[in-house]
C-alpha cells in the first residue's frame, strides 16, 4: 500500500500548503500531524457520534446521540455538572421495543445482531451561567448508554458551553451579530496555524494555549483560523479561556469560482465529504460561531449550495459563505478583504483581512526573505510601501522602540475604525492580518517564533476593546 500527497499540484484540499513555498504560500507536511489515538468501545453497543445544541430559548440543552446497539432496547442518559455537582440530567430510549413487527422482522426472521441508532435528549438548564469571550464558563457533561438490566455499557465525558450565535436587524438598518441575544463587535486577527519547528504541528499543548493568549492579551475576541483545522485542544483552549473562532474550511484546487463548477465529480464529492467531517468533529466547541467554505475564490464552486448545506447541517451557527471574493449573497456574513465592508442589511458586514503592516525581528525571522506590504519609515515616522524592498537593496524595517510606537498606532486605528464605523457603515468585525508572523511574512502582532512582541499590546488591547473610542464589548 502507498499515499500520494499531491499538495497544491492536485484538487485536494491542502490550504496554504505548496511545494514551492512562496508568499502567502508555506512549507507542506505530509503525514500525521496531528493527534492519533486508539480508544476500545464495546463491540455492539456504543455512542458513535454526539451533538450538544445549547437551546438558551428553550433553557435547555438539545443533545443528538448516534451510536451502535444491539437487539435489546437501550436507556441512554445525559447528567451536567457544575464544579462537581450534578445540576441537571435526561434520559431517553434507544430501541425497538414499542414495535413488535420490526423486531419480528429485524431479529426472529432475518436473524441480525447488531444496527445503528439514532436518539435526541433534552436537558434542562434554566438560568444557565452563559459562555462568552469575558466569562469562558463551561459546564461539565457525562453521556451513558446502559443495557436494559441497567448496566452502564459505554461512557463519553465532555463538557459544554451554553451560549447562542444569531443575527438580528438592527434600528439603523444594518444586520447584527448577537452572542447570546446581544450584539457584539468582533476585533479580530487571522491565525495561520504554522509553527516554525512543526509546520502543521504544534510543539507542545502550551504553545496551542499560548497562540490562545497571544489574541486574549492583544484585547482580541475573535480569530479567523485560515484554511486549516487544528487538532481539538486548540479549540479546548479557545473554549476554556474564551476566544471566538470564524472557521475556515481547507481549499483546495476542488473547483473554479469563475464558472463556480467544481473541478470533477471526483473532487466535488470528495471535498464536501471531508469539510462536512471537518464540522462534525468540531461542531461541539462553543468557540466556534462561523464555518465559512472558501477563501478569496481558492476551489470555490457550488456556492449558494454550500452555504445551504453547511446551515443545514449545522444551523446553530453562522455561515460566511465566502471569505474575500466572490460572493453569491448566502449564508449570513458579507466578508471583506482590506478597507470596510460594504453595508448590507441581509447579513452581517465585517472584514477579515486587513492591515498588512510589518517590521522585521532579526533572530526571529524565518531564514528567507522577509516581506510586508506596509512598514516603517524612519524619515517620515510613517508609513512606507514596503514591497520589493529587497530588489531596491533596501532591507525590511527592524522592530525598535520607534517602529513599535508606528505598528501599535497603525494597529489601534484598524480597531478604532472598527468602532467609529460600526453605525454609519454597519461593521461588525475587522480582523488584522495577523497574530504572528508566517515564514516569509513578517506582519504578525508577535513574530513567528512567538518570542517577540511587535506591539505595545496593552495599548492595542484598548483599541479593539473599544476603550479609546467611548465603546466597549460587554460579553
Known amino acids: 500500500m502507498s499515499v500520494l500527497d499531491p499538495t497544491d499540484t492536485s484538487w485536494q484540499l491542502h ?3 505548496t511545494l514551492h513555498p512562496a508568499g502567502c504560500s508555506y512549507t507542506a507536511t505530509s503525514g500525521i500531524w496531528q493527534t492519533v489515538w486508539m480508544e476500545p468501545v464495546p463491540l455492539t453497543i456504543s455512542i458513535e457520534t454526539l451533538q450538544a445544541i445549547p437551546d438558551l430559548k428553550q433553557g435547555a440543552l438539545q443533545i443528538k446521540l448516534t451510536g451502535r446497539m444491539g437487539n435489546e432496547p437501550l436507556q441512554i442518559e445525559a447528567h451536567v455538572f457544575d464544579n462537581g455537582r450534578e445540576i441537571s440530567s435526561g434520559s431517553g430510549q434507544a430501541g425497538f421495543e414499542l414495535w413488535p413487527a420490526l423486531r419480528e422482522n429485524k431479529v426472529d426472521f432475518y436473524k441480525t445482531t447488531s444496527s445503528w441508532f439514532a436518539s435526541d435528549l433534552v436537558v434542562p438548564l434554566k438560568n444557565a451561567t452563559l459562555w462568552s469571550p469575558d466569562h469562558p464558563f463551561l459546564y461539565d457533561m457525562v453521556m451513558t448508554i446502559k443495557s436494559r438490566e441497567g448496566e452502564t455499557v459505554d461512557t463519553v465525558k465532555s463538557y459544554i458551553g451554553m451560549r447562542s450565535i444569531t443575527k438580528q436587524l438592527d434600528r439603523k438598518g444594518f444586520t447584527r451579530l448577537l452572542l447570546k441575544g446581544k450584539p457584539v463587535i ?3 486577527a487571522l491565525d495561520q496555524g504554522f509553527w516554525p519547528d512543526g509546520i502543521y504541528t504544534a510543539p507542545t499543548d502550551d504553545a496551542l494555549k499560548y497562540d490562545v493568549q497571544i489574541a486574549k492579551t492583544a484585547g482580541l475576541n475573535i480569530i479567523r483560523k485560515h484554511v486549516k483545522v487544528e ?9 476554556r479561556l474564551g476566544l471566538m473562532v470564524l472557521q475556515d474550511l481547507p481549499t483546495g484546487n476542488e473547483g473554479d469560482a469563475h464558472t463556480d463548477l467544481p473541478d470533477s465529480p471526483e473532487a466535488e464529492a470528495q471535498c464536501e465529504l471531508e469539510k462536512r467531517l471537518l464540522i462534525e468533529q468540531r461542531w461541539n466547541h462553543p468557540a466556534i460561531i462561523a464555518w465559512c467554505p472558501f477563501n478569496e475564490g481558492w476551489g470555490q464552486h457550488d456556492t449558494l449550495r454550500y452555504a445551504r448545506w453547511i446551515k443545514e447541517l449545522d444551523p446553530s451557527r453562522l455561515v460566511d459563505e465566502a471569505s474575500g471574493f466572490p460572493w453569491h449573497g448566502g449564508g449570513d ?15 452581517i458586514g465585517i472584514v477579515s483581512e486587513n492591515g498588512g503592516f510589518g517590521l522585521a525581528t532579526p533572530g526571529h525571522d524565518w531564514p528567507c526573505e522577509i516581506w510586508t506590504y506596509h512598514s516603517y519609515d524612519a524619515q517620515t515616522d510613517g508609513t512606507l510601501d514596503a514591497l520589493g524592498l529587497e530588489l531596491k537593496g533596501a532591507r525590511m524595517p527592524r522592530l525598535d522602540a520607534k517602529s513599535e510606537a508606528w505598528f501599535t498606532r497603525e494597529v489601534a486605528a484598524l480597531y478604532e475604525n472598527l468602532w467609529r ?9 475587522q480582523f488584522f492580518c495577523q497574530l ?4 516569509s511574512e513578517c506582519d504578525g502582532l508577535v513574530s513567528y517564533d512567538r518570542a517577540v512582541w511587535k506591539i505595545d499590546a496593552a495599548a492595542v488591547r484598548r483599541a479593539a476593546r473599544g476603550e479609546t473610542t467611548g465603546n466597549s464589548n460587554s460579553q
Open 15 to 17: 490550504g496554504k500548503q
Open 186 to 188: 468582533l476585533a479580530g
Open 231 to 239: 487538532p481539538d485542544r486548540f479549540y479546548y483552549w479557545c473554549d
Open 333 to 347: 456574513i458579507q466578508d471583506n478583504h482590506g478597507g470596510v465592508s460594504a453595508p448590507n442589511p441581509r447579513q
Open 421 to 429: 464605523q460600526k453605525d454609519d457603515r454597519g461593521m461588525t468585525g
Open 436 to 439: 504572528y508572523d508566517t515564514e
